[in-house]
């Protein structure tokens, strides 16, 4: 078997990729699906929609290879994590579209969990902070907002997954529910010292254990797949935050990684010690391989990234294409005093304002379109840099270097102020498919396709590194500007 196949599972888009032995990219596949935003603040997807396009892109990529099923060794999947897809157990059907991670719904909610108490048994028991953008809070909307589904879930007819499990359930005709560590510790229902759905959780999200997957590590064979995919089997899982950090080879304690996607997520390998943060970064489980023992990581999440270039595409029309926003932002020296706070789903890590709202200041007669870009671009490595003195001061580690993937990491100006403003090289991967490779090494090692994970690290390589050239006063001053824009976006709506 030469092949392996990565189902990678996105916010925006499904993609295949066939992967050979040497990392190579034989083949890929990609399908953008619907959007759905009912109201402001709500985003759905379409989980019939997601499963079409994912099973219609693996078919794509493995024709476009030139490979038969018998070709593959296994199937890995990484997913968008904390989008929640709730199912009849009987019919397959959904009883609601998706939830998607972005969809800040469920803040009041939250905003009652903290004001009962629960904020420090739920850090202490999930890692987590109490917020909208994870899975549980958004189960107990659907069970309490669909008619009759909290009967249905409590006879046990309904069947609670993030989309790595919807995908499996239907890859399996529905014989198979399980879930991986990595997307389990992204619920609020998973107990991280324990690796358990914990009834404490439960009770507070008051959400029945009988709609739960199993959760197994990240590295085995969860069972085979039928139908287009028939006899192929299923041996990886991991979110896709997770699976970047494994495709990016980050091994070692210490090692980060930080990927450019619809928004920017951080996280650095703390080994097999589950570090509690004291500055609002989550304390996630990063993978689990086969018997071994579970890797633990720190994970700042950042909600609006690319998907504020996509922003100055599609709603301001001020570029046609993504990779127009360099081009425009270059033809100014500077950003001219404007500074962006792209809040438009309230900001994640390290501040969890669900009332922030996307800002603009410091505009002057003399701004243009191209100001404006350019302090959009600044603004995602103000967002990361955030995340990154938080993740220092947690685990105390200076960090040598950060390792990048994702779109936007194509985008040397954006990484060159990255490493100004943080103060350390910033390391572009030679493979821009990190995520997707998380996903497929995992599967490869379940069935020995690899034999251990000195492979992969071989594997690794850089394409370009970006040393910091900005003095610290520079940094500094520019720091206290964005700090000064943070504090005008921050709590908006009352």
């Known amino acids: 078997m030469k092949y392996l196949l990565a189902l990678d599972q996105g916010t925006t888009s499904s993609r295949a990729l066939v992967v050979d032995h040497d990392g190579k990219v034989v083949a890929v596949a990609q399908k953008e699906f619907t959007q759905i935003f009912p109201q402001p603040g709500w985003v759905e997807h379409d989980p019939k929609e997601i499963w079409a396009s994912q099973i219609g892109v693996a078919a794509d990529a493995l024709s476009h290879a030139g490979a038969s099923i018998k070709d593959v060794a296994a199937i890995g999947i990484t997913n968008q994590r904390e989008t929640t897809v709730v199912w009849d157990r009987k019919t397959g059907e959904p009883i609601h579209n998706a939830i998607v991670w972005q969809d800040r719904r469920t803040a009041p909610f939250c905003d009652k969990l903290r004001a009962a108490g629960h904020a420090k048994v739920i850090q202490e028991k999930s890692g987590l902070v109490i917020d909208a953008y994870f899975s549980g809070t958004k189960v107990n909307w659907l069970l309490d907002n669909v008619p009759g589904a909290r009967e249905k879930a409590n006879r046990g007819e309904l069947a609670f997954g993030t989309v790595d499990s919807w995908l499996i359930w239907k890859l399996t005709d529905g014989a198979v529910h399980v879930t991986d560590e990595s997307n389990a510790s992204r619920t609020l229902f998973l107990n991280l010292h324990t690796k358990q759905w914990d009834d404490e959780l439960l009770g507070i999200l008051n959400v029945p254990r009988s709609v739960l997957p199993e959760v197994h590590s990240s590295s085995e064979v969860y069972g085979k797949a039928k139908g287009t995919l028939e006899g192929i089997p299923i041996a990886g899982i ?121 800002t603009i200041v410091g505009l002057t007669r003399g701004s243009t379109s191209a100001h404006i870009a350019r302090a959009a671009l600044e603004a995602i490595a103000y967002q990361v840099a955030d995340v990154l003195f938080a993740m220092e001061a947690d685990s105390g580690v200076k960090l040598a270097e950060l390792r990048v993937d994702g779109g936007a990491a194509g985008n040397n100006h954006l990484m060159q102020f990255q490493a100004d403003i943080l103060g350390i090289p910033v390391v572009r991967t030679a493979n821009p498919e990190a995520t997707a490779f998380g996903s497929v090494y995992l599967a490869g090692l379940a069935v020995g396709f690899y034999k251990s994970t000195d492979e992969i690290v071989a594997q690794w390589a850089s394409d370009r590194t970006f040393e910091p050239k900005m003095s610290a006063d520079q940094r500094q001053k520019l720091q206290a500007e964005w700090n000064k824009a943070l504090g005008r976006a921050k709590g908006w709506l009352s």
């Open 238 to 358: 991991a979110g896709d935050q997770q699976s970047a950090l494994f495709g990016q080879a980050c091994m070692k304690p210490g090692m980060a990684k930080n990927t450019y996607g619809t928004g920017s997520f951080m996280l650095i390998n703390t080994g097999n010690e589950a570090v509690p943060s004291k500055n609002n970064l989550l304390t996630t489980i990063a993978w689990r391989v086969g018997q071994e023992k579970t890797v633990y990581a720190l994970e700042g999440s950042v909600f609006i990234t690319g998907a504020v270039v996509q922003w100055l595409r599609d709603s301001l029309k001020v570029i046609r294409t993504s990779a127009e926003v360099e081009e425009l932002a270059l033809s100014v020296p500077d950003n001219g005093g404007v500074y962006f706070v792209p809040a438009f789903v309230g900001l994640g890590a390290p501040h969890w304002d669900a009332y922030a709202r996307g």
